[in-house]
């Protein structure tokens, strides 16, 4: 407890390293640590090293302020995961989700410490959870710690809600919202700027993906809410300012004026194909051609889910001979560049007719027969709508799967983008573009859209997904999109649920939006979501 405010730096580290635990298992770093006005030049040295990488690569470092003397700036509570930081009132500062729910109020002028004690008490009973006082906040010097990364937030998503323009003054022992301040920055004409459409107040609602985390948007809402409208007018913003973006239309009506269309069907004028067999050798180089042949059969039990563990086994074992028979060798990378075998030659060396029945349907789609395929270069040069909405459900699965991993090896291979970006044309090389992701997403095969989402950043690419539902998204999608567009849900059980994912959104708030457009737009810079009504093209 804070009885005494000389704390050494070994306090201060072990303090931090304990309030990191209770978020997420590491690794993580502790960068420095110390009584605020003891700094020395060589303690000081680690800090602004981490502050320049983090702000180079964009990714976020959470500060816990200092304490003056006996005041404190924030107040602190944990509670279980489940609990909602929305529902509490005051609604928190910030809400930072891992193991359990840790929840900050910032104040914008510090408290003494027994003010702070009783209020953070008061919040921590309505929370059902314990006052984070004395034990993690306030700290006795200036603690930082990285975003954890990619990688960890895959396997322990942490979310957080940002603090920068939600603060309370402290009056008669109760907490006073301060007029929020906006924090969204200046932005200039080189910056991609999407005009959304309009805020209540008539103001112009404008999303700036590079300011954000990422270039990742999640839009929700049910049928008829607008969803399809939204995406044509984030996706024109994006092409506008000349960074392409790969629209992949399942049903065949997101259609931009000056983006050209390509249909995939199999009809005779539709000569664009792809081979999902196709050796992707710079992958295979890390994990070998057997982890690719296990994701190709992967793909196709999902596509066609009604083989069972014997027929598998003979898919495993026909495509296994393909590649020996077209002198693709697993161990000689050499071979990997030869031509790689065809659905349709799999299927003429199938002998089980229960299999053959099962794939046919798919292996036997003549885009899958086609000489003409759609290179990497291509789809980073130009806006393209690929229209796939004339094939069979597995199809258009396999061929959205396929080209989504081409790109992601594309991408991989260009190696990441500059570390400083002199615009966002530099930043982003693609934005993809999905209606009625859930076709993707569900199903168990969400690794591919999960390894774009964590990757994306580093690669220059961004993502607008559009689904009905937030479950329809794996977890670490969720909690990784920087930008939401939450419209008007079907019921008021699903209005409770995508509600969780919008911070200062009630599930009453969203049923009572109008449908068409009208909705709520949270990002990064915005502490609660804002309402707007979407400027359909
Ligand atoms: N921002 C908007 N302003 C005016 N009208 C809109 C707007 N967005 C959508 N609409 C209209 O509302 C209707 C439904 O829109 P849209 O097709 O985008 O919904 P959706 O959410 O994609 O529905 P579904 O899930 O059925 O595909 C359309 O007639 C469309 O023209
Ligand atoms: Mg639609």
Known sequence: MLQ?????????????????????????????????????AKQLEPMAKLITQAYQQRQTIYTL???????????????????????????????????????????????????????????????????????????????????????????????????????????????????????RPAYDARDLAIKIGEAPDGSEV?????????????????????????????????HRY???????????????????????????????????????????????LYDQRTAVLEMVRRAVPQLGHKQANALHTALENAYIAAGIDDND?????RTAPTFPQIMAAIEDEGLLAGVRGLFGHPIFNRAEHLSIEQLL?????????????????????????????????????????????ERFRLFIVIDEARLITMGGNSDIVSSLVNEARKFGLGLILASQMAEHFPADIRSNAATWLVLK???????????QNVAGVTPEQLMALRGRGDGYFRDRFTAEAQRVQVRPL
């Open 242 to 288: 000349g960074v392409p973006i790969l629209l992949l239309d399942f049903h065949g009506d997101v259609i931009l004026p000056d983006v050209a269309s390509t249909l995939l069907s199999s009809a005779p004028s539709s000569r664009i194909g792809l081979n999902p067999l196709e050796v992707d050798v710079e992958s295979a180089k890390e994990n070998g």
């Open 489 to 499: 849900p079907q019921a008021m059980e699903e209005a409770k649920r995508n509600a």
């Open 381 to 425: 040069t130009r806006s393209m709508r690929l229209d796939l909405s004339k094939l069979p459900d597995g199809v258009r699965y396999v061929t959205a799967e396929t080209l989504l991993r081409r790109i992601f090896t594309g991408l991989r291979m260009r190696g990441p983008i500059p570390v400083r970006p002199v615009d966002d044309s």
């Open 206 to 238: 404008v999303s700036l993906p590079g300011h954000q985390t990422n270039g990742f948007y999640l839009v929700l809402g049910a049928s008829g809410s607008g969803k399809t409208e939204t995406l044509k007018t984030l996706g024109a913003g994006v």
């Open 65 to 183: 302020m200092p304490q003056e003397e006996q005041t404190v700036w924030h107040l602190v509570v944990h509670a279980p995961r489940g609990m909602r930081a929305a529902n509490m009132t005051p609604p928190p500062s910030m809400a930072i989700t891992g193991r359990e729910v840790t929840m900050i109020w910032t104040l914008s002028a510090p408290t003494s410490i027994t003010e702070a004690l009783m209020l953070s008490q008061k919040l921590a009973t309505q929370a059902k959870g314990r006052a984070g006082v004395g034990e993690a906040i306030p700290l006795p010097g200036t603690i930082m710690f990285h975003n954890p990364g990619p990688m960890r937030l895959q396997r322990f998503p942490v979310s957080m809600m940002p603090t920068k323009n939600v603060a309370y003054r402290v009056a008669d022992g109760k907490l006073v919202r301060e007029a929020a301040k906006s924090s």
């Open 4 to 40: 005494d405010n000389m704390f050494s730096i070994d306090d201060c580290m072990m303090t931090a390293r304990k309030f990191l635990e209770t978020l997420c298992p590491p690794p993580w770093g502790v960068v420095a640590g110390g009584v605020s006005r003891n700094f020395s």
């Open 333 to 337: 990378p050499e071979t990997w560049t």
